[in-house]
């Protein structure tokens, strides 16, 4: 059985003020810090055999708080980056649709119809799946660590869960939070979800 640990990175300072960052590359802001280190401690006592990150430095900051102490090697996947939101990045959606409104609402209506020099949705899902399907085919009987965005983890929960569950934007992930499943070929025990007891300032 495969345990697979979710876990989403810290804030930023785009998080705080609702900008997309997409590949933008910004570092976690002091209450992002504190939350990967309170999930640090959170997890301490927890096993873990191999932590995965997404390559950009929020995630990787998370990522190497968590393995502080552990002797695990991070594996950076850009397959777990967030979606590239192209022209958005840096900006709210409000911001967005004043500036470019025939552009967001082609993408509003169709996310195969990104802003301009970002990804279209198939394409953001097809790189998670495929490292999702690798995690599985690779790491049974481990229990591993994925430190990513909100995206990727919503698309690999989505998957896990089944259609039945809705759009994966309907899951609700918090900075810093822990999602929590084991998995086998025939089963899928849920342990938690979006789990962010553990924050004591946000």
């Known amino acids: 059985m495969l345990r697979l640990l979710l876990v989403r990175h810290g804030q930023t300072d785009w998080n705080a003020q609702h900008r997309y ?41 998370t ?11 991070i594996q950076p996947d850009p397959r777990l980056r967030e979606m590239n939101f192209g022209l958005l990045e840096g900006h709210t959606f409000d911001d967005g649709l004043e500036r470019w409104p025939e552009m967001i609402r082609n993408w509003v209506q169709d996310n195969n119809q990104p802003p301009e020099g970002g990804e279209r949705l198939d394409e953001f899902s097809k790189r998670v799946s495929q490292f999702f399907t690798d995690i599985r085919q690779s790491c049974d009987g481990k229990t591993v660590l994925a430190v990513a965005h909100g995206g990727p ?12 569950s809705g759009p994966a934007w309907w899951f609700s992930l918090d900075h810093g939070s822990l999602t929590d499943f084991q ?19 946000s």
Request: glycine letters at 8%; charged letters at 20%; aromatic letters at 2%.
């Open 183 to 201: 998995i086998d070929d025939e089963n899928i025990i849920i342990n938690r979800i979006n789990d962010s007891g553990h924050l004591k300032n």
């Open 63 to 73: 990522a190497e708080l968590l393995a502080e102490g552990r002797g695990i090697k």
């Open 21 to 61: 960052q997409g590949h933008s590359d910004l570092p976690l802001n002091q209450l992002g810090l504190d939350q990967a280190s309170q999930l640090a401690a959170r997890l301490q006592p927890q096993k873990i055999d191999l932590i995965f990150s997404s390559d950009l430095q929020r995630a990787l900051q």
């Open 153 to 164: 983890l919503r698309l690999i929960m989505q998957s896990l869960l089944g259609p039945g």
